[in-house]
């Protein structure tokens, strides 16, 4: 059945669940804008057993994504815990599966952005967040932070970044998400929602 609306896809990586409450702001902050719904997908783990396969669907939490919710998303929202200043390698390892995308130019012209969770205030947010904009632009996608017009980016003693928004966990990872990175979550969400409604059009006269 053909979608009703556009969507951004929310794919994300989160092995203890607080890159995936971000996910879920931002897919909030996407759904607040008429016209458009956000898809929300994971990436299953890898293993340093070439044989370990997963079951294709998850025990628990979003679907794993695949080439096709990618190729036909109008945006994408892409999030990953900080693996020592870097993305983790589970999304990567997905990304560098798009070969035939960036062969078709199926991702050009689209918009997209990028959170991220640590333990550790300085623990290189803003690194991993840049990690996940290089293939991005490699795609040819249009990359969207976050503009200072959003107040909490200033105010905020956690998370929030002009390269898209994070989030502190500490180190036990057990500190929620705080209402400066729930609200940059979610303007985020709504401002590549607006976006992609934008660049849908532009791509019509392309
Ligand atoms: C291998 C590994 C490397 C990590 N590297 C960093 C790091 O460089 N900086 C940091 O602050 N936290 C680091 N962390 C902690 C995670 O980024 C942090 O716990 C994050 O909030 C987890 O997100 P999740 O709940 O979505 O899995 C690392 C964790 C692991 C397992």
């Known amino acids: 059945m053909p979608d009703r609306f556009p969507y951004i896809l929310v794919l994300y990586y989160s092995r203890q669940g607080a890159t995936r409450a971000l996910a879920e702001r931002i897919a909030a902050g996407i759904t607040s804008v008429a016209g458009i719904d956000a898809r929300i997908r994971t990436v299953p783990p890898v ?11 998850p025990e628990e939490g979003a679907v794993y994504v695949s080439l096709d919710d990618l190729r036909h998303a109008s945006g994408l929202a892409l999030g990953s815990p900080t693996r020592f200043g870097n993305m983790a390698a589970p999304l990567k390892h ?23 969770s640590t333990s550790s205030l300085h ?20 990359y969207a932070g976050l ?23 500490g180190t036990r990872s057990d500190r929620p998400v705080d ?10 969400g709504a401002r590549l929602a607006r976006l992609a409604l934008a660049l849908e059009k532009m791509r019509e006269i392309r």
Not at 47 to 57: K, L, R
Not at 94 to 116: H, M, N, R, V, Y
Not at 123 to 142: A, C, D, F, K, R
């Open 47 to 57: 293993s340093p057993t070439c044989e370990a396969v997963d079951p294709e669907i």
């Open 94 to 116: 997905f990304l560098d599966s798009t070969t035939e995308l960036w062969l078709s130019g199926a991702l050009i012209d689209k918009p997209a952005t990028a959170f991220t």
């Open 123 to 142: 623990g290189g947010q803003e690194t991993t967040l840049i990690s996940m904009l290089l293939p991005l632009l490699h795609h040819g996608m249009v």
């Open 147 to 169: 503009p200072y017009s959003e107040t909490a980016l200033t105010r905020t003693q956690g998370g929030g970044t002009p390269y898209g928004v994070s989030h502190l966990a």
């Open 179 to 188: 209402a400066e990175e729930s609200e940059l979550a979610t303007a985020q």
